[in-house]
């Protein structure tokens, strides 16, 4: 008994051959797909959560007064630095005070505002070298209007003071 193969016309070969390139076409698509989406959150996620974050406003740096028995050099003064943001309707206040000449006194950090009702000062830090402060001060959206900054530095928070300088 001999068998003869069944013939198969070129029109099955044709459907066949393109169930096979769709079906490949398919497979690699959503393969793509899947290898894809976790970039793309990814990707996705630094850019939503650089659009959300609050702006920051630098300013200082603020320098204390030099010493009579210290030399008029900037570079031994203690200082002041930071920024300031607006998120959920409030400013909040970040910086640093560095005391950088090594004298063994303390550096001093103050604030003043002005809201209706007139200024007010506060005293809030003191280091004899570095000092971080994370939201020192608060206000309300338009509750204030003015915001300065000043350092001191000696042996009392009264010493070797420079003038105010503008934050806000």
């Known amino acids: ?27 690699g698509a959503l393969a793509a797909g899947v ?15 650089a659009a959300s974050a609050p702006t920051k406003h630098f300013f200082g740096n603020f320098y ?9 050099d900037f570079g031994h003064r203690s200082y002041f630095k930071g920024y300031w ?4 309707g409030y400013y909040w206040f970040v910086g640093d005070l560095f005391d950088r000449d090594r004298d063994n006194e303390y550096s001093y ?3 003043r505002y002005r809201d209706g009702s007139g ?21 309300k959206s338009g509750k204030f209007n003015d915001f300065d900054i000043r350092v001191c530095e000696g042996d009392n928070r009264f010493e070797d003071c420079g003038g105010w300088g503008d934050a806000f």
């Open 85 to 88: 943001y607006k998120k959920d």
């Open 35 to 49: 290898l894809a989406a976790p970039a793309a959150n990814a990707a996705a996620a630094p850019a939503a959560a």
């Open 64 to 72: 204390s007064k030099w010493h009579p028995s210290e030399d008029d």
């Open 1 to 27: 008994m001999s068998s003869i193969p069944e013939l198969v016309s070129l029109e099955d070969i044709v459907r066949n051959i393109r169930r096979i390139m769709v079906g490949a076409a398919l497979a």
């Open 109 to 111: 950090v103050w604030y």
């Open 119 to 139: 200024y007010h000062e506060k005293y809030f830090g003191k280091s004899k070298s570095h000092l971080h402060f994370n939201n020192f001060a608060k206000f």
